[in-house]
């Protein structure tokens, strides 16, 4: 099942892993990769210096492509660019706050810019300053997400612009991959799935979370209106809302944020935000990473069989 993405970036499987804050390092893209996929490499709040160190143990694994995630908030995001352009990094998505400065640096200096955007406007812009690809995130996703569902988003994405178009929020397994593609998408991003995977270096309880997760497993946290995460339901979303509706006051409910992350990597299930999308209930197991990409293509091949025997 070859797409035009895999064709853009050079990979077998039209998969982008999506890039978490303080998970995906070199080593997991270099997986990811390795498996066919193309890894992405978090770059969160971290250091120029970090980052040039997570490339290069990236490429010392993998002779495969592979991509750099730039989040516009970083401080140092501009310094971050000028270390993907002189370690030679081929692909970079871009996330987080306003990449209008950052897509075409990139595109100059011959890098592939793969943009999550939140509604068909910013779809465009970015097609305008050499975007090669955007990604159109749904609120479904783990972790922070916009104000559309998928399938809306991508609807109104891909009669908007010329460029390939990427589907993310609510995807973790072949015929919602197949889906994507009857959308008019060239592929995925999936981020859950990945959590589960072996070589993830989250903690046990993070995984066997979404692995046991049931029906509306997910909420969200984060003040209505402002910045919103998709978390696995547990104390510390229930205790965010309950501090929320008895109006404490947002620094105090800030605050009570700080550190959740790392919290729940560290496995503890009363005080993290186990960002996870809203798909987590499909997610039966935890596998390597390689044996998650394969299953996942092999039920695509197998859903694509059943459509032609079923509809001719």
Known sequence: ???????????????????????????????????????????????????????????????????????????????????????????????????????????????????????ARAAKKMEKLGAAAVVCEGLEGGGHIGSMTTLPLIAQVVEEVNIPVIAAGGIATGRGLLGALAMGCVGVQMGTVFLTSDECTVSDVYKQLIVDSKDNATVLSGVPGKKQVRCIKNPFTDGFWERYYAGVPEEELYDYCTGSIARAHNGDYEGGAFSAGMISPVIKEVKPVAKIVTDIMAEADAAWEDMKRIYG
């Open 1 to 119: 099942m070859r797409t035009a993405l895999c064709d853009l970036l050079g990979i077998e499987y039209p998969i982008l892993q999506g890039a978490m804050a303080h998970i995906t390092d070199g080593k997991f893209a270099a997986a990811v990769s390795n498996a066919g996929a193309l890894g992405v490499i978090q770059c969160g709040f971290d250091t120029p210096e970090y980052m040039r160190e997570q490339i290069q143990i990236c490429r010392s694994l993998t002779d495969k492509p592979f991509g750099v995630n730039l989040i516009m908030e970083n401080d140092r995001i501009d310094e971050i660019a000028d270390v993907c352009i002189e370690e030679g990094v081929q692909i970079c998505t871009v996330s987080a706050g306003n990449p209008a400065t950052i897509v075409p640096k990139l595109a100059e200096a011959g890098i592939k810019a793969i943009v999550l955007i939140p509604h």
